[in-house]
């Protein structure tokens, strides 16, 4: 069974942005009205697992192009088992500036659930912004702007990291380099000319993610690393 919060918006066309180029695309927002199982966090039973992730720029708010197959590849890796998902609430914005403030969020709400939900497990990450987002919140220095870490009595709550198209890259850095506590847990994908994680200059490349199998191979590590 799969759950989603905070999915407002309607569909529109988005500019993402990363590594200097532009490019348009469309993505379709998911109302929480579309979903007969969808939850607030007011009164929600406890999900068994959570999937926390950040969508990229310029996307309207929601899991994005790339975080809502997550969720659902996800879910059904894991039947029997509760899955939900949480989008990060933040802007996205084209200056990147609003990645730290996205990490905050990412780690309020593990937080908020991990201490009404202590049975929970987290699988967090993000696609282009949205994984410097993840970096940040995984305390990893200079991924960006300041943001709140999740605390480290709860990095033993997220079971799995999940990154496409992540800026660090940009260092020549990762996240099995930049952080001991989350590198055994972390998956990420950089394809192929990817700009954005330092790739090549191919910008189709970033755009390829929810289409290329990379996000059936992240929902299979993350449910390898929850027991799936």
């Known amino acids: 069974m799969v759950t989603r919060r905070n999915q407002p918006g309607k569909g529109r066309r988005i500019a993402l942005i990363g590594a200097g180029a532009a490019v348009l695309g469309s993505a379709a927002i998911v109302t929480p009205q579309a979903f007969a199982g969808t939850e607030t966090r007011a009164g929600a039973a406890c999900s068994d697992v959570e999937l926390v992730f950040a969508r990229g720029t310029g ?12 969720a659902q590849q996800l879910a059904a890796k894991l039947p029997g088992r509760k899955v ?8 996205a914005a084209a200056n990147q500036a609003s990645a730290g403030p996205g990490a905050t969020s990412m780690t309020q709400h593990i937080t908020a659930v991990a201490k009404s939900c202590p049975g929970t497990r987290f699988v967090i990450g ?13 305390g990893i220095r200079n991924a960006g702007t300041a943001g709140d870490a999740i605390p480290a009595a709860l990095a033993g709550r997220v079971a799995a990291v999940v990154v496409f198209g992540n800026p660090l890259g940009l260092q020549r850095r990762t996240i099995a380099g930049s952080s001991a506590v989350f590198a055994a847990r972390a998956k990420e994908f950089c394809n192929t000319g990817d700009p954005v994680c330092g790739n090549g200059r191919n910008f189709a490349a970033h755009l390829a993610y929810p289409r290329n199998g ?11 690393k929850l027991g799936g």
Request: aromatic share 10%; hydrophobic share 45%.
């Open 59 to 70: 996307e309207p708010q929601g899991l994005g192009i790339v975080g809502r197959p997550l």
């Open 84 to 91: 939900g998902s949480f989008a990060v609430v933040y802007a």
């Open 126 to 138: 993000g696609y282009s912004q949205g994984a410097s987002v993840t970096d940040i919140a995984m």
């Open 214 to 224: 990379t996000v059936g191979q992240a929902a299979t590590f993350a449910a390898g």
